[in-house]
């Protein structure tokens, strides 16, 4: 019998309104692992959209944010992942046992001007892709989405 995992590793990122640091993860997930892991996001108290500076800064890193819409968060949704990555919903996310929680101590985006956004987007770039590496150890990632700002100018 092989070893090899017979499906693709899922996890889901939740916060909140499911409209800021859950979605920028989401998509940066998306992004760097293809088909190799499924991404979800959800909140545990969903807003009626994106925030407006988050889709913008995504939108200008060439990541679609069109699709993008608060889902809820529920027991069902953690207990057909792998892991669940919590940024800022605390004990109102709920808890599915055997299923691996770690916590994303991440600012939150909403409200705050684009270079703040973009910083918040540039850790969760760094989680992302560590992540994405060891939930899909064979894929090659492209190169990050913030690579060319990473450059220090003399």
């Known amino acids: 019998m092989s070893n090899a995992p017979t499906a693709r590793p899922q996890v889901v990122f939740a ?42 800064v995504l939108e200008d890193l060439g990541l679609d944010t069109s699709g993008e819409a608060p889902k809820h968060l529920t027991r069902e949704m953690i207990a057909a992942s ?8 605390g004990e109102e996310c709920p808890y599915v046992p055997g299923v691996k929680y770690v916590d994303w101590p991440v600012d939150d985006p909403k409200g705050q001007d684009d270079a703040t956004v973009r910083r918040i987007v540039a850790d969760l770039d760094v989680r992302v892709r560590a992540l994405v590496a060891e939930l899909a150890p064979g894929r090659a990632l492209p190169p990050s989405l913030l690579a060319p700002d990473s450059v220090q100018q003399p």
């Open 15 to 56: 916060c909140r309104k499911n409209g800021g640091r859950s979605v920028i993860s989401r998509l940066l997930t998306q992004h760097y692992a293809g088909d190799a892991v499924v991404a979800l996001s959800a909140g545990t108290d969903p807003g009626d959209q994106i925030h407006p500076e988050v889709a913008r």
């Open 82 to 89: 792998d892991l669940a990555i919590t940024l800022g919903c």
